[in-house]
């Protein structure tokens, strides 16, 4: 298996020479800086999205919805919703509508990580959330990371998601660094005491059912650093700039409502966040004793002889399915129940 890897990291170290790229070398020396500064990972925890295999398309799976969901559910509920507007929007054909609202009613009653519909196969996906860390906390956008055109502020405006249509091609070519990192990942499995004992003996069985990693499109969000280590705050983002804005939004709008600060700590956080905004590519703002940073954010995929991992048994949902639309007859009215 390490004979196999290590063909691969040759033949992505040939083909990086072949090519003679400026920019992929440039990207390449970017990444390997990083490694150095940054050569820890700082696990957050799973993610989840949904996979479609279309025979049409072609034999691999592609992802429908972001792996972005912090619970199994949600994703569910995101493809409940994606198959109840594909019969209500996308077809005048009834059999096509009937065959498309079984498998929303399904998704309605139970927790169901598979079904097939039309030919098309959708898959809750599971990944797994990280970011590299080093001495100086977690790691910041790099500089060949990739920014809008218009870095515009508070129009909350945003670049469409990569992973939509993204291809979980464990062969795909990223780079001779993600390909070291992928062959440093296949014997990832959660083994830290602070999990619980059935949750490690899952991670150790996928590391085996689903060896190969897929690396998705980086991301982006904000973290605040305090006495026990660094905190999400709010989404993934696409660009370092729309996190930026989202970290500007929140100190101008959202946290000082959200936390009923009063007008002194208000001002506090509205200085701070011009002054963030008036530097343009900052990464870093502080108020008092909080420290915010944008972060670069990783997740990967484990894939196996039939695809993508679903979730575990161990995984957790803190909900169970629901009816979520008004029943749709075959014709396509809708009756509010």
Known sequence: MVDDWKRRLDALHAELVRRDDPVAWVTEADAVNASRRYPYMALRGPVFGIAAQEPAVGPGWRLLLPVVDGMPQQARDGLHSHLWFKAKDDTDDPAVRRELLAAVAVLEREPVNEVEVLGVRYRVVRGDEFARSGEDGLEPPRPTDREPVDRTWGVHSRTPSPDTGFVLDPDQNGGLIAGALKLGLRDFAYDDSRFPAEVRADSKGAAAAYPDIVLLPVGFGVAERDEKGWRPHGAIMATPHEARDLLYGAMTDIWPMLYQLD???????????????????????????????????????????????????????????????????????????
């Open 263 to 337: 007008e002194h700590e208000k001002a506090e956080y509205i200085k701070a966040a011009e002054e963030f905004k008036a530097a343009g590519h900052a990464n870093e703002v502080r108020v008092g004793d909080r420290l915010y940073r944008i972060c670069r954010i990783e997740r990967l995929v484990r894939c196996g002889p039939d695809g993508p991992e679903p979730p575990r048994r161990t995984d957790v949902d803190e909900y169970g399915p629901s009816k979520m639309h008004p029943t749709m007859s075959e014709d396509g009215s809708l009756h509010y129940d």
